[in-house]
């Protein structure tokens, strides 16, 4: 089997109407996705998603101009091989290539499942769940004013009575503004310990001073986890993850923004991490995230995938499951609530009192829907930045 053509299909999926996602400087009015099909020899197809970085195009320009040319006429099979040379020759883009060999990877290891007429997960090693427990993330809870909490107790009282027993709510909000905190604390009033809480800062809070003060407020409403309160944190806060972490009264998550095994190396050396939240879209795909793995039970931490809904979720779902059940128990997989998959895709995910439901269809379980680059073209003005409101 060899490699015949390598397609790249940007979507832009819009939120429903009515449903309104602010968490900082930059929301977003949907869902972008870079999806990437993979065609072979033998009439088998595979598909995996690539992030968009919020710069949909250069993800789309890396694929097409770097990645294609080192595709055509490979192996299929020959994931780990591919994914080296991939690498190699693509190291001087950066992020925009670790993105792009993420969604060229997931595409390989789903023709590898079609082919053999098997799960990902089998090809993992194994499921040692088939219900995976979700927690609400993505577009939902986002920020509201101190005077409006009623309308974020409304929202998570939807996915509660779905049977969600986690929530995650947007963050960002340091002291003295206490819109973080208030959100919490109407939270827990409303649901009491029906319900866990992880909180996301999105970088928001900026330094260890603030950071430190927030953990020691929050952890009086026992929330689940503190997740990237420094900007920017992988890449440029290791040293200070570690001293938030080894003193905080939280527990400590990061890595949406992870983007490899090395970009989680030195974080995890410093010793300032509890959840690890590899991205198999954003950190090189199922190969690399399984070495992330590796790392995460070597270290014995627990690890929680970052999912941004779509094509994505299948790949992060089938890691999950395959994982070492000790580094993922009592730990939940992040999902959005909001994202309209069966737009999308032929075979979404079932989700059933706030678990996904993994089936032996083969490979990643599902395709693209015939229409859906016509019905969902790629936007240009999907996320957009503005100024935080103060809720002091």
């Known amino acids: 089997m060899k490699v015949t ?9 819009p939120h429903p109407k009515g449903h309104k996602w602010e968490k900082g400087e930059i929301s977003s009015v949907g869902w972008d996705q870079v999806i990437v099909r993979i065609h072979t020899d033998e009439g088998i197809s595979g598909i995996g998603e690539a992030y968009h970085l919020k710069n949909p195009h250069a993800v789309e320009a890396a694929i097409k101009y770097s990645l294609k040319p080192l595709l055509i006429g490979a192996d299929p099979f020959d994931t780990a091989q591919i994914w080296a040379k991939l690498f190699a020759r693509t190291v001087q883009l950066g992020q925009a290539a670790i993105a792009g060999i993420a969604g060229v990877d997931a595409a390989l290891w789903d023709i590898k499942g079609k082919a053999l007429g098997i799960p990902v997960y089998k090809l993992l090693g194994g499921a040692s769940r088939m219900e995976v427990p979700l927690y609400t993330g993505g577009h939902c809870l986002g ?8 309308d974020l107790i409304e929202e998570a009282q939807r996915y509660v009575k779905a049977g969600y027993k986690a929530l995650k709510v947007r963050g960002g909000r340091g002291l003295p ?44 409403y026992n929330i689940y986890w503190l997740e990237s309160p420094f900007r920017f944190s992988v890449h440029y806060h290791n040293e200070e993850m570690a001293k938030l972490a080894s003193s905080a009264p939280v527990p400590i998550a990061t890595g949406g923004g992870i983007f490899g095994r090395f970009s989680v190396k030195r974080l995890i050396e410093q010793g ?17 995230v399984s070495r992330i793995i590796s790392l995460i039970e070597t270290w014995n931490l627990k690890y929680s995938p970052h999912c941004d809904g779509g094509v994505n979720a299948m790949g992060n779902l089938h890691l999950f499951a395959s994982a070492p ?20 895709l032929t075979h979404p995910p079932v989700v059933k009192d706030g678990k996904a439901i993994l089936t032996d269809r083969p490979g990643l379980g599902t395709d693209l829907v015939d229409d859906v680059a016509k019905r969902f073209p790629l936007r240009e003005d999907t996320w957009f930045v503005h100024k935080k409101k103060s809720t002091a």
């Open 272 to 288: 300032g991490i509890q959840y690890v939240m590899a991205n198999v879209s954003k950190a090189g795909g199922l190969t690399e």
């Open 143 to 150: 920020w509201r004013d101190v005077d409006k909490m009623d």
């Open 177 to 220: 503004d206490r819109g973080d905190i208030e959100s919490v604390k109407a939270l827990r009033k409303a649901f009491g310990d029906k319900i866990e809480i992880l909180v996301d800062v999105n970088s928001g809070y900026g330094d260890l001073v603030v950071s430190t003060r927030m953990a020691r407020e929050l952890a009086e």
């Open 5 to 13: 053509d390598v397609e790249v299909i940007a979507l832009t999926i």
């Open 325 to 344: 059940p000790h580094i993922t128990e009592n730990v939940y997989h992040e999902w959005d609530p909001v994202w309209p998959m069966a737009d999308v």
